[in-house]
């Protein structure tokens, strides 16, 4: 393939057919060049980052729409408990192969988020390798000068507020290995199937981060479970915590899977918004999540010290968990 008499690589062909389209952003350059500029405009620019791996974050014969969406939702998902508004993102490509069959419906269903979420593809880059897949996702987000919501700033009497359930995804990927909850739910296929949809592709609360911004002290997203999760903010803030296993919002379908809570707490892939919130603040939030459709709960309190946060059942009784997160290494 020639154009303009120079010879034409495979990487920029494979760009041009499948990305190019995607980078509707002014400073994207149409992918032209090799950076792009995002302007500030008189704001901070939130930054995160994020890699799906195969065999790690998703299967092998996981659908490519599914692996698209997931890879930069779960981004989106970070700007979003930063309260951050999306700006746009790079993407790094490693692949086997480039074949039409996977990369047509990937590009198509990451143009569809781009689009829906109003994040733009910046550019990128796009490499061959011998070894597992990856794609990995740098997001960036706006946000007003100084008002990024951090790990850092919740305080004794806060309480703990979660968006949608908990759980679910990490039942979805052991249904998908064939595990115990598929042997649970052998004859439920709904149910199944809302498990699997949770694990396949996260539902990022970037329609409450204005909110966040407005209400929460300290804030994160659960991406490795919420027990490890908490921990992580507790620290950073200095504080410790006390959450209640009943009040922890679990679906329907993960209920009848009638699995011990530390799978649902520690198992990860959830992608919600963890935040503490000062009490006169928490109605406000409540009625804001109401507002666009985001179902939110609260679990917990910030208590003072620096021990780990504890998990109590009804009775006020400590629950022992042999494991916080999932954990990489």
């Not at 507020?161 to 759980?167: H, L």
């Amino acid at each position: 393939m020639t154009q303009d008499n120079k010879q034409v690589s495979g990487e920029d062909s494979l760009i041009a057919r499948y990305f190019k389209p995607l980078a509707t952003d002014p400073g994207a350059f149409g992918l032209v060049d090799d950076a792009a500029v995002l302007k500030a405009q008189g704001e901070d620019i939130v930054v995160t980052t994020d890699a799906v791996v195969e065999g790690v974050h998703y299967l092998a014969d996981d659908p490519p729409e599914t692996i698209a969406r997931k890879a930069l939702r779960v981004n989106l998902s970070d700007l979003a408990a930063k309260g951050a508004v999306p700006a746009g993102f790079v993407l790094t490509l490693a692949l086997r192969k480039a074949e039409d069959a996977w990369l047509r419906p990937f590009a198509d269903a990451l143009g569809e988020d781009a689009k829906s979420f109003a994040c733009p593809l910046l550019g990128g880059d796009t490499v061959s390798t011998p070894g597992p897949q990856m794609i990995s996702i740098t997001a960036f987000g706006r946000v007003p000068a100084g008002r990024m919501v951090g790990r850092v700033g919740a305080k004794p009497g806060d309480r703990i507020m979660v968006t949608g359930t908990i759980g679910d995804a990490a039942l979805g990927l052991d249904i998908r290995r064939g595990g115990a909850v598929a042997a649970a739910l052998a004859g439920d296929r709904v149910a199944q199937d809302e498990l699997i949809g949770r694990y396949h592709v996260p539902r990022p609360r970037n329609a409450l981060a204005k909110a966040v911004r407005a209400h929460a002290n300290a804030a994160m997203d659960v991406s490795d479970g919420l027990a490890g999760d908490l921990a992580k903010l507790c620290a950073a803030s200095g504080v410790s915590a006390v959450i209640e296993a009943a009040r922890i919002p679990i679906s329907p379908a993960a209920a009848r899977a009638a699995v011990a809570i530390e799978k649902l707490v520690a198992g990860g892939d959830d992608y919600e918004i963890l935040c503490t919130v000062p009490q006169d603040h928490i109605a406000a939030l409540i009625e804001e999540a109401a507002r666009v459709g985001v179902p939110i709960a609260e679990i917990g309190t910030v208590t003072a010290g620096r021990e780990q946060p504890r998990l109590i059942d009804a009775q006020g009784a400590d629950i022992v968990l042999s494991r916080l997160s999932y954990s990489h290494f």
